[in-house]
């Protein structure tokens, strides 16, 4: 059992003073802007994740700790188009500036709010990290598990280490971000996972965040050139409507059609245990609305082998089957060390091999 006051004490050793994510506010305020609330917090005061305070001119971060580390295969993020078959060293904290019902990660994301949540802070260092990963032969590391852009600055610090190293960096977000926060990572950060979770501005304020902010993220993404995959959990009676998957859809295209965009199954968990576990035919009509709809890359997840070729990557230019997966495992991939197409020699998005040169999603503003 974790308590807010609890933890406090706890997390005490596990804070530090930082300025890289305050802004001053005329109010005399300090504003957070490590993600799209944007904080504004008096002395003393926390933040709405409970894990950022004020104190002084500064906020007090959580830095020195992590709640879980595995090395998962970079399939699990996921990511498709980023090093296939690659180790990714993952590693999170506690906490998250959301609450959704159905957070298969409650018991790190919402220990700072629910009693029930037995996520346990131990200490850690960048360079400790860093070390695990090259002594388990990872070629990524992954800031996971719960909300990184909270801790974006032990994300950031473990990156520097990370890159010095020789390894990608990835995020894997809710996406409520901002400019800011963005620009602070950029430097540092390869390739970001985004959950589009829904596409009703409602339906998100009820998980504690806001739509917009999440389309903005996606584009900053983009135009930063950082790699970038979108993830749809399909809950049934929840996000799973023609229309509301249309609109997702036309927004991935209006971005890029070359972001890949994941749509997975639900199955009930912490608050969320009413709707019934998603069927593969809901993954099936989403799949063939994003393709309908102009995406190239749309890939079925947590049903392995349930779902037909959708776990597999396709060349959108000659149609070969360029990477066969089930689940989390790579059957094989064909793409060559170059990122191109065996057969048709079409460059393809994304990063294709450890030392290669990422190829970003085309913005579709760009696009001829
Ligand atoms: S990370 Fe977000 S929720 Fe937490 S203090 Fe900063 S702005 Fe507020
Ligand atoms: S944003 Fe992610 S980590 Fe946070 S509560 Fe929602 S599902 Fe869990």
């Known amino acids: 059992m974790v308590h807010i006051g609890g933890m406090e004490t706890r997390l005490d050793r596990f804070a530090v003073a930082r300025n890289d994510l305050a802004v001053p506010h005329p109010s005399g305020k300090l504003v957070c802007v490590a993600c799209a609330h944007r904080c504004k917090l008096a002395e003393g005061g926390r933040g709405v994740c409970l894990v950022r305070s004020r104190h002084g001119d500064a906020l007090t971060v959580p830095w020195g700790y992590t709640a879980g580390v595995a090395v998962d295969p ?11 078959g690659a180790r990714a060293l993952s590693f999170g904290m ?28 131990l200490p850690a260092t960048p360079e400790a990290l860093v070390a695990a990963a090259r002594d388990h032969g990872c ?23 990370a890159r010095e190293a020789g390894m990608r960096t990835t995020f894997v977000s809710n996406g409520h971000a901002t400019a800011e926060v963005l620009d602070y990572l950029a430097p540092v950060l390869d390739a970001c996972k985004v959950d589009l979770k829904s596409f009703d501005a409602g339906s998100y304020q009820s998980l504690g965040g806001k739509l917009q902010a999440v389309l903005d993220t996606i584009r900053g993404l983009v135009a930063r050139g950082i790699w970038v995959e979108v993830l749809t959990l399909l809950v049934p009676g929840f996000n799973d409507s023609d229309t509301e998957l249309r609109a997702i859809a036309a927004f991935i295209v209006a971005t890029s059609p070359e972001i890949p965009w994941h749509v997975t199954a639900f199955h009930p968990d912490y608050r969320m245990t009413d709707p019934p576990p998603t069927p593969a035919a809901t993954l099936q009509r989403a799949a063939a609305i994003g393709r309908d709809t102009g995406l190239r890359f749309v890939y079925a997840g947590n049903l392995p082998g349930r779902t037909g070729n959708l776990e ?38 994304g990063l294709w091999s450890p030392g290669g040169t990422v190829r970003p999603p085309a913005p579709t503003a760009s696009r001829p």
């Open 312 to 349: 597999d990557t396709r060349c959108p230019s000659c149609g070969a089957t360029v990477v066969r997966r089930t689940g989390f495992t790579v059957h094989e991939s064909l793409v060559t060390p170059g990122g191109t197409c065996p057969s048709c020699h079409a460059a393809l998005p």
């Open 74 to 84: 970079i399939e699990k993020k996921p990511f498709f188009h980023f090093l296939p």
């Open 139 to 161: 070629a990524v590391v992954t800031s996971t598990y719960n909300e990184p852009l909270i801790t974006a600055e032990w994300s950031r610090d473990v990156f520097v280490q």
């Open 94 to 121: 506690l906490g998250c500036d959301m609450h959704c019902a159905y957070c298969q990660n409650w018991f790190t994301s919402q220990a700072l709010r629910d009693d029930r949540a037995t996520g346990r802070a």
